[in-house]
């Protein structure tokens, strides 16, 4: 394990932030979690776990020991006649490995087919499309507990996952996650039920036709961020009363919407930021995408200020125009490196 000191991290966020660590550090093994934490103790330092970088919003300098997950490793840990538990390295690349459970005929998880980021990421925000969450088929996530100090299993019905949520979003600094288990089906087994995926899947129902079909959609609407450096949706679809929706459906009968089990309804961000006006807009170097509005893009060299900017006005245009507060759904972290609430 080595430190190093003034590392920038403008490559290791999808946003192409510039962000200028005073400590870095990459994390090979579970183990080496222990030294590192002391050093940021003894040396009076925040801790940030970095990933993939596809989901956070970095400031241009932070004061903090920045942990980058390079644990790798996929294993099967378990197995009966229908289900296969593999655990997996919390650095692996999310998009390999399900394209890995598709080689070995593991079905589950191919809706989630080229969400960009680690797998150590996954249970954080339970990463979801296309009617599937990963947190469907966890088993268990394996952690480093910074209060209780020691390495931990948390069985996935403890991880309470929701949309776009969990109690790694509750307790942001006390989980580290080195690994994620998988429980998958051996048995061929798809969900369809998404827009337009069954069309596009047609007659010919295979794992690998099923993730293809997935990649196509993505890649027809979402920006590589290799092109147009971005965090995916850049807001969570708002979830409104009933009587809320009602009232908002008479005004505006075309919004997409999808009720919920609770009797609430979740309505399409995207939808709303496009009838503001913003889809294909730009305020300087940071705009939304022209195929798809909820998607955030930095053109040109932006920093956080920037997209602080442009992302505050596509909220006010929104709750101008529909009394909607659209809640960002990357991570913001402050200069000192930590998460930081969207509202100050
Ligand atoms: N829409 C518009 N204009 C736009 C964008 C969307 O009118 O510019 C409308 C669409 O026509 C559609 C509705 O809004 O009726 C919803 O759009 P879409 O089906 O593209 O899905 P989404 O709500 O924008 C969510 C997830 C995506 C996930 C897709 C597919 C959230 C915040 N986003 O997007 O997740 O891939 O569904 O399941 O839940 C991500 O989190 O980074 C992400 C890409």
Redesign the pocket.
């Known amino acids: 394990m080595k430190i190093q000191q003034n590392v920038q991290l403008q490559a290791f966020n999808t946003l192409n932030l510039p962000a200028l660590a005073s400590h870095y550090c990459q994390i090979h093994q579970p183990e080496e979690l222990i030294p590192a934490l002391t050093f940021a103790q003894q040396h009076d330092l925040n801790v940030l776990v970095l990933s993939g970088g596809s989901n956070m919003l970095l400031p241009e300098k932070i004061q903090a020991l920045v942990l980058h997950m390079a644990i790798h490793g996929i294993e099967v840990t378990a197995e009966d006649a229908q289900t296969k538990t593999l655990t997996v390295g919390a650095g692996e690349v999310w998009h390999d490995f399900v394209l890995f459970t598709t080689t070995q005929q593991l079905y589950g998880l191919q809706n989630l087919a080229l969400i960009p980021g680690l797998v150590g990421a996954s249970p954080v925000q339970n990463i979801g ?2 009617g599937v969450e990963a947190g469907e088929f966890i088993e268990h996530v394996s952690v480093y507990d910074r209060n209780e100090q020691c390495f931990k299993q948390i069985a996935a019905a403890d991880c309470h996952f929701s949309y ?1 949520h969990s109690i790694f979003k509750d307790e942001p600094n006390r989980y580290i996650i080195t690994q994620v288990s998988f429980k998958l089906l051996k048995n061929p087994s798809f969900k369809l039920n ?2 337009d995926l069954k069309q596009a899947v047609g007659e010919n129902l295979s794992a690998e036709n099923l993730q293809q079909q997935v990649i196509q959609i993505r890649q027809s ?2 920006p590589d961020p290799k092109e147009y450096p971005n965090v ?2 850049f ?3 708002p979830v409104i009363t009933a009587v809320a929706y009602e009232r908002l459906a008479c005004q505006f009968p075309n919004l ?1 919407h999808y009720p919920q089990p609770n009797g609430d309804v979740k309505i ?4 709303l ?2 009838q503001a006006g913003w ?1 294909g807009k730009r305020l300087g170097a940071v705009g939304m995408f022209h195929k ?3 998607v955030l893009v930095n053109y040109a060299q932006a920093t956080l200020v920037d997209v602080q900017a442009t992302y505050h006005a596509v909220q006010q245009d929104v709750l101008q125009k529909f009394n909607i507060h659209l809640e960002p ?1 990357p991570v913001l972290f402050n200069q000192m490196g930590l998460i930081q609430s969207h509202t100050g």
Not at 268 to 271: F, K, L, N, P
């Open positions: 499309a296309y776009r998404y827009g609407k979402l995916g949706s807001f969570k679809n997409p399409a961000a995207g939808w930021i496009d889809k798809q509005a909820l759904e």
